[in-house]
Every structure is written in C-alpha cells, then in structure tokens.
C-alpha cells in the first residue's frame, strides 16, 4: 500500500515545488531577536519575526521561567481539569483578563487551540457565526467544527456585513467573529462600525488579538483599546506566541459564562496538555511588565512610524497600518521573490508574499517592525529598500 501512497505524495510535493510553493525553513542558530545568526554563521537583521516588544531572549521573562522550572517543575502531564492546574495557571488567567479588561480568561496550548475549541461548545445548528473572509485558518477551522449557520463578508467590507447580519436574523444567536489586525496587509478591523452593527442586529463579538495585543491601542491592549471598546467584546481571542514573549501559549477571554462553559466542554482545553509552568510564570512576568511601563509599546509604535514615513517619502507603495505590519507592495510575484531575495544579500531579512497567499497581482515584501529595533537598524533596512529597488528599477 504505502508504495502507491509515496507516489501520490511525492507527486503532490513536486506540484507544490513547481508551482514555487514550497516552502524551506531558514535555520537560525541564535535567540529570537533584531538581530539573528543563521546557520551559515551569517548575522542578518529580522523583520520579518512577531516579536513586536521584543520580549522573545527578554532577560526578565527568562529568568522567571528559570525560577518557575525550579519551584513548580518542567512539565505538568496533566490536562487542567485532572492535576493539571497549578497556582502559577490561575494567576496567568487573571493577568490576562485584568490586562483585557474582562471577566476571566481560559488558557490553551496555543491560539490556534483556543479558536479550534471556542465555537463547537458555545453555539448549535440553532445559531449563525458571520466571519470576515480573511481570518486566520485556526478562526475557519474552528468555525468548520461548529454545526452554527455560517455567514461570509468581504474582508473589512461593513456593508456586506451589514446584509449577512440581515440574513441571519432567523437564527437564535449571532456571533461575528473577526481578526483583530490582518496579518498581510496590517489593517485593523473596523471594531467601532463591528460593534456598532452587532448592537443593531443583536449580535455578539468576537476578536481575535493575536497580531494587535501588546501591539495596537495606546497601551498595547489591542483594537478594544483603540476604539474604546475594553470589556464590551463578548469574546477575545489571543496568543503568547507573538509580542507576548513568543514562546508558547493561547487564551480566551471574555464574559465569565462564556469562560465557565469552555472549561466545561472545550475540547482542546478538555483534551490536551496544561501549559508548563516556566511559560504561566514568565507569562505572569510578561503582564507584570506591561502593567508597570508603556516603553515597549512607545518605541514600537515610533519604529512604525518612523519606517512608514521614511519610506513614504521614498516613493514606495505601502499599504495603510495600524499594526506593526507594514506591506510594501510590489504586485508582481517574480519581483516580490528576487526582492527578498537581494534584501537578504544586503543583510536584511523579510518575506516576500504572493499569490496564493495574497490575491493575484498583489505581491508583497512584508516588513514587522519591533520594539528591539534601533533607529541604526531600520535606517539600514531602509537603505536596502532602496539599493534593491534601484537595482531592480522598480
Ligand atoms: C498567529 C495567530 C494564531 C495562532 O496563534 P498560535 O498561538 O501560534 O497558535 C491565531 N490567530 C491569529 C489571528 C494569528 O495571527
């Protein structure tokens, strides 16, 4: 049997390398961090991880982890609900939702657990999720898992939302669910128009934070934040594994039966692994840190700003952001690829991203700026833009 099967496998992985989409992973033998060495000894500057605080070899947050390693152990061979729950987990739940300003949270392995497991227990085939066309996979597989009636708008499209909330006005309850930044373009979600729509149709929300927490409002607390919404969201989605120190690690959070009843029958919270204790305890450190200063978010908020402006003033296309994502387009696939390609050559890393990962003709470099970028290593970044792009003549 497995002869046949290794033919078909290897057919489809040839199909996937001649349509250029194989991907190869780059081996970096550093920490996390502005400035990474890969494998070939080679020192490059990244912008192209999600460490948006620059919190991923944070010395405070690996010392906690140490400390917890030492006082609560490696690993807790549990599920929550079993012997799987220590105090380092309980206060982790209450710094995120202190930090969100919400009822309680619940933690999983990982975001992509958290939205595979919110929709299934909370809603039935009595019920309609409406959902932006450009949410994350785990958001569309969650939903896939869930019997509710499914309603689909255009990306940000608050008109087309607008007629889906109409047409599920025959279902028992609503829930539109969104990405709070979306991650090609870094446009946020237009909350304030969201909310106002879920109060005229009497529905409820959902984000998912995991691009725009620490990131995205004054004091990082996401697009609730920036249109003045902490606490209204029903539910807000989110990860550990992007400014957040960029370990491991998911949560929901929101209204405190909504919290209650995913305890009771979330199946990846039910089914799965506790997080280790070094992770809650530097998670708790991480929360800590944000309550106490605001610097990280300033100078990640100024790098944006900084980079955007400069390369405005240079000519180049950049797609509007409110994030830490900036998507400098180039709209041709070929020319996205040898872009990237020669920014790496000049020791800058970023991706290029093209169809199908973004629509056809839309080609892109995507640029993540981050707290632990100098104003030394974004100018450099800048300067291979436009040694590259003279190169190419673009
Ligand atoms: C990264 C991401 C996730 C997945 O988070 P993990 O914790 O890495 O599983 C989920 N949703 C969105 C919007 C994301 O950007």
Redesign the pocket.
């Known amino acids: 049997m497995y002869k046949k099967f290794q033919n078909h496998l290897t057919e489809v992985l040839n199909s996937i390398e001649s349509a250029g989409l194989y991907k190869n992973e780059r081996i970096i033998v550093s920490p996390q961090n502005a400035i990474i060495r890969v494998a070939d000894g080679k020192e490059v500057l990244n912008f192209c991880a999600?460490n948006y605080l620059g919190l991923s070899n944070n010395s405070e947050l690996k010392s906690a982890a140490m400390k917890a390693l030492e006082t609560h152990g490696f690993g807790m061979s549990s599920v929550r609900f079993i012997c799987g729950t220590q105090d380092l987990h309980k206060q982790l739940e209450s710094a995120i939702s202190n930090f969100f300003g919400t009822d309680d949270a619940i933690l999983y392995a990982?975001?992509?657990?958290?939205?595979g497991g919110v929709f299934e227990p909370l809603l039935t085939e009595e019920d309609a999720i409406i959902s932006d066309a450009l949410?994350?996979a785990?958001?569309i597989d969650g939903v896939r898992l869930c019997k509710a009636h499914r309603y689909r708008y255009s990306n940000a499209d608050m008109e087309e939302l607008e007629k889906q909330l109409q047409a599920a006005q025959q279902q028992r309850f609503r829930l539109i669910v969104t990405?709070?930044?979306f991650?090609m373009d870094g446009n946020v979600a237009p909350l304030d128009k969201i909310y106002e729509l879920a109060n005229k149709y009497d529905t409820m929300v959902m984000v998912?934070e995991?691009?725009s927490a620490g990131v995205v409002g004054e004091t990082g607390r996401g697009v609730t934040e920036l249109y003045d919404l902490k606490g209204k969201i029903e539910i807000i989605?989110g990860?550990?594994?992007?400014a957040f120190g960029g370990a491991?690690?998911?949560f929901t959070t929101g209204k405190k039966e909504i919290i209650d009843l995913l305890r009771q029958r979330s199946r990846p919270y039910l089914f799965s692994n506790s997080i280790p204790p070094m992770i809650a305890a530097a998670g708790i450190q991480m929360f800590k840190m944000m309550d106490e200063s605001n610097e990280l978010q300033d100078r990640l908020h100024q790098n944006t700003e900084y980079f955007v402006s400069r390369m405005k003033n240079l000519g180049f296309d950049i797609k509007p952001t409110q994030s830490a994502i900036c998507a400098v387009m180039l709209y041709d696939a070929k020319l996205a690829q040898k872009f990237a390609s020669k920014m790496l050559n000049e020791g800058i890393y970023v991706i290029g991203f093209y169809y199908p990962v973004v629509p056809d003709g839309q080609a892109r470099i995507r640029v993540q700026l981050s707290a632990a970028h100098t104003k030394e290593q974004i100018d450099k970044c800048i300067n291979a833009f436009e040694k590259v792009s003279k190169e190419l003549r673009v």
Do not use: E, M
């Open positions: 999600n990982a975001c992509f657990d958290a939205n949410n994350h785990s958001i990405d709070g930044v991650s998912d995991s691009h989605t990860t550990l594994g992007k491991i690690g998911g």
